[in-house]
């Protein structure tokens, strides 16, 4: 692929991953600011965070911060402590009995049979929130998904938030060329669904700021 179809791709906002270039097992790890300002937008009141596609751990990490009781499930054990091994979507374990909240990132070929199993095993009232790429709104198949279970709030994201293959942020030199939203499902809303906006990034006054910052979220600096 030539420079300037690149350039078309970054323009429209769409991925240029073929199919060989994506990570297998489709893991891109989230930048963990998208937690941070999650729980700027949301509260959080249930018995602990589940994450049903926990990688290692990067949206969990303000959670854990802030003090929640946090679990992750995944395929593969990415380093996560106490990650639980087996495939969310095909099981129907005793997660269902927990009064738990679920946040996550999922395969995004997978996304909405993870958003489905997640609303099926939530108990009433429990949030599900899946950091998904805009252009989820788009599509035939998940307007019935939308229908049947209407998000209770859509985030939009104002400025790009990266979703990194293989968790590598150190070698991160510039930012998405993708669109990110939050998508808030409420168990039973049946409501309309509102849309809004945040931003996840304001310019720090300075360079010492940014470093600080950058420091605070990822354990180091990323390249320039």
Known sequence: MNKNN?????TIGASNHTERERQKEDFYATDPIASVLLLS????????????????????KPFIDKGFNVKGIDIINRGFPNTIIKNFIEDEAAESTMNWDIVFNPPYKHAEEFIRQSIKLAKDSRKIC???????????????????YPPKTIYVSSSRI??????????????SAIAHAWFIWEKGY?????????????KRKNKMQEQQHQIKIYGFLQKA
């Open 162 to 175: 990266s979703c990194v293959k293989n968790a590598d942020f150190k070698e991160m030199k510039t930012g």
């Open 6 to 10: 690149n350039k078309v791709f970054k």
């Open 41 to 60: 937008l949301e509260d959080f009141n249930g018995d602990g965070i589940l994450d049903n596609s926990i990688g290692e751990g990067h949206l969990m």
């Open 190 to 202: 049946k409501g309309e669904t509102k849309v809004k906006w945040f931003n996840w990034y304001k």
């Open 130 to 148: 899946a950091f998904l790429r805009l252009q989820f709104l788009e599509g035939k198949k998940r307007r019935k998904l939308f229908e049947e």
